[in-house]
């Protein structure tokens, strides 16, 4: 084995003294690398709320399919009540467009029945439905935020 | 020389003022430049050693490293035309400005009214489509010719990241303009960061750790595409991206030089370096006849110490490879110059949130990839990219044969295996993309088939399974790894190729195939 490169003996003392000095420059290192690492995260989510307010019940009679442009929503309206699907392709987030009887994704080529349920192409999910809810001054205000199971209707 | 300085001086104050001032250009120069004319080969080696911009490269260089077909000069060109993009970079952030109100507009003036703007736009973009090309065939070349052997296993995997960071560049640089393409490229490309989420959706592990949505919002700062994303990605292409490859390129070029220089073969018969200029100096041998005995500390040939001038057949850098680095240089800047006053770089309309293009075409480096994102958003968008590049990583440290380093195919076997898995890749993509086109795949055959069969069975991942199965035959038949490396790497070449030309020529409106790109229906 080769030689000690000092034989300078560690001292209870001097182990003490440099070791919180090398302790606390390590905590206060992990502490500002863990802060610089966490701060490209941003905590607040900025953008659009995701309501929206769509109008009355009445303006939504059994037949009609209304795409609100802005907010990337289909709402549908039947016997049963008034839904909302999404027009977000779960795929990589193209605009759906509407058919005759389907929606069709531009960019990859998936498509979905009018319930948006997948029926070929790469989305891997189907498109996402959305809750409705009245106002108390009795508007129906679809929220974006708040999912809901396909199938989900607000009821007449 | 110094003498003659002090001496000249006449004797009064002002008489040396006013001799000084004669003499100031030439100290000028003098104190800049310690070396004369490059005429010795001393001086031409201290032009090189003694310059901060030359001297990470090496004095002299073998005659070999000169031949024009050997490198073609892709390393050179890769580095010139960043080098192009860089300056041209730099003009354009003066009008450019980062933000979804501004970027559109602030693109149409660089193109109107900004004198000059609309050239160095297209030398820009014309310059990142040579980077792309030179550096997939700078790498090729190197793969081909066994370069990532003996001492070079390291570079071949800082080439890797350069390769990775050229692509980087090139993506976050056409979404800046804000226009229809860049939109719906961050609109896929954020997706595609987000798209583990497709196995840990499959796997219901979504609520514990969500994997895409850290990457979404790492990546545009948001859940939703807005000024955040704009301003990152603005960040990455200006700023951190290209800092990151300057570190890597000045690593990969000073590793070229500590590995020995660019590779050879070991034996170089005079028809190799045929055309090149020789050394004056190499047919000459100083000779020292021993004056005194000395104690045996090596053996050696002969009996006395021999010096030849040059025996490694080596040739001075200055000016020999300096010239020809510097054509190469001039030659892709020349051919981005032409291209940029016959062809414009596109502008589409400004970004529309609402409406995708149809069909929305990613830049042709991009297009392979978007074919097999097609068919799954995380195996094409990240499993296969990150199975190639640990593939390609892999290749120096499983072929550690030392022999065959310097020579394009190795051998005649490596020649014909070559073309021979170039044939096998071009059949087995053309199949899989026609019976893909004409019968779908696996959710037209078993509508209820779970999300995750198709994210790691699809035509994608098949392709995979197929090349991977091809070589491993290939090591097995002819009892070599890096005639098996040949065949992989061939076949993922030619792969890339013809998706990328598929995705070009036969990809429609919602992705359908046509034919031809005029068959498309109007809008």
Redesign the interface.
């Known amino acids: 084995m080769s030689a000690k490169l000092t034989n300078e003996e560690i001292t209870r003392r001097g182990f003490l003294g440099w070791g919180f000095a090398v302790l606390a420059g390590m905590v206060s290192f992990a502490i500002f690398v863990l802060s610089t690492l966490r701060m490209?995260?941003?905590s607040l989510?900025?953008?659009?709320s995701g309501r929206f307010r769509i109008g009355r019940k009445a303006d939504f009679p059994p037949g009609t399919a209304r795409y609100f442009?802005?907010e990337?929503t289909y709402v549908f309206a039947d016997t049963d009540g008034v839904f909302a699907i999404s027009a977000v392709c779960t795929?990589?987030?193209?605009?759906v467009g509407k058919e005759e009887r389907q929606f069709?994704?531009?960019?990859?080529?998936s498509y979905y029945d009018l319930s948006g349920k997948?029926?070929?192409?790469?989305a891997?999910?189907n498109l996402q439905w959305f809750k409705i809810v009245k106002t108390p001054g009795g508007r129906l205000v679809v929220e974006r935020s708040k999912r809901v199971a396909p199938g989900t209707k607000y009821l007449v | 020389m110094k003498q003659e300085r002090e001496t000249s001086a006449p004797g009064s104050a002002i008489g040396q003022y006013l001799s000084n001032l004669k003499q100031l250009p030439g100290n000028l120069r003098r104190s800049m430049i310690r070396h004369g004319a490059a005429e010795t080969s001393r001086a031409r080696a201290q032009a090189v050693f003694s310059n901060i911009f030359l001297h990470v490269h090496s004095v002299k260089v073998h005659r070999f490293s000169l031949r024009w077909s050997y490198t073609f000069g892709l390393g050179v060109m890769s580095a010139g035309a960043f080098f192009i993009l860089s300056l041209t970079g730099l003009l354009l952030m003066l009008y450019y400005e980062p933000s979804t109100q501004n970027a559109y507009s602030s693109m149409k003036d660089i193109i109107y009214i900004v004198p000059s703007g609309r050239l160095v736009r297209n030398v820009h973009r014309w310059g990142a489509h040579i980077m792309v090309i030179c550096v997939f065939l700078h790498m090729a070349r190197v793969f081909y010719t066994g370069s990532y052997k003996r001492g070079r296993e390291f570079n071949w995997l800082v080439g890797l990241v350069l390769l990775v960071l050229t692509l980087a560049l090139s993506f976050t640089g056409y979404l800046l303009p804000w226009d229809q393409l860049a939109y719906?490229a961050v609109?896929?490309g954020?997706?595609?960061a987000s798209?583990p989420q497709?196995v840990t959706?499959?796997l219901g592990l979504t609520d514990q750790i969500d994997v895409g949505a850290?990457m979404r919002?790492?990546l545009i700062?948001?859940?939703?595409i807005?000024?955040?994303a704009l301003v990152r990605f603005y960040f990455l292409h200006c700023i951190f991206l290209p800092m990151l490859l300057v570190m890597f390129v000045a690593v990969h070029i000073w590793r070229v030089r500590k590995d020995g220089g660019l590779s050879r073969p070991d034996d170089i018969g005079p028809e190799l370096l045929e055309g090149i200029p020789k050394d004056a100096m190499a047919e000459k041998t100083f000779a020292q006849k021993s004056v005194k005995t000395y104690s045996l500390v090596a053996v050696v040939k002969g009996s006395h110490p021999e010096n030849s001038g040059a025996p490694e057949d080596t040739i001075d850098a200055m000016p020999h490879a300096f010239v020809r680095e510097f054509a190469a240089f001039m030659l892709i800047l020349a051919v981005a110059v032409v291209l940029s006053y016959f062809s414009d770089a596109p502008l589409k309309e400004p970004a529309n949130?609402?409406?995708?293009?149809?069909?929305?075409k990613a830049p042709w480096y991009f297009l392979g990839l978007?074919e097999l994102?097609?068919?799954?958003?995380f195996m094409g968008g990240i499993g296969i990219p990150t199975i190639a590049l640990i593939g390609l990583g892999l290749i120096p440290y499983l072929d550690r044969d030392r022999n065959g380093i310097g020579i394009w195919f190795e051998n005649q076997q490596g020649r014909s295996v070559a073309f021979v898995s170039s044939i096998f890749s071009f059949v087995t993509c053309v199949a899989i993309l026609a019976l893909t086109v004409n019968f779908?795949w696996l959710?037209?055959w078993y509508?209820d088939v779970p999300?995750i069969v198709?994210?790691f069975v699809n035509p994608g991942t098949l392709l995979v399974g197929v090349f991977a199965a091809w070589s491993l035959l290939t090591i097995k038949k002819f009892d070599s790894i890096r005639i098996g490396a040949i065949a992989l790497f061939t076949c993922f070449f030619v792969a890339f190729i013809i998706l990328t030309y598929f995705a070009t020529v036969h990809r429609g409106?919602?992705?359908?195939f046509y034919w031809w790109p005029s068959l498309w229906p109007g809008h």
């Open positions: 490209p995260l941003p989510l900025p953008g659009k442009e802005e990337q795929h990589l987030g193209c605009i069709v994704c531009p960019c990859h080529g997948v029926k070929s192409g790469p891997p999910k | 719906w609109t896929i954020t997706n595609i798209s497709e959706d499959a850290l919002h790492l700062g948001s859940d939703q807005g000024n955040n949130p609402s409406v995708p293009e149809n069909p929305a978007q994102v097609g068919y799954s958003a779908g959710r037209n509508p999300q198709i994210t409106p919602n992705w359908q």
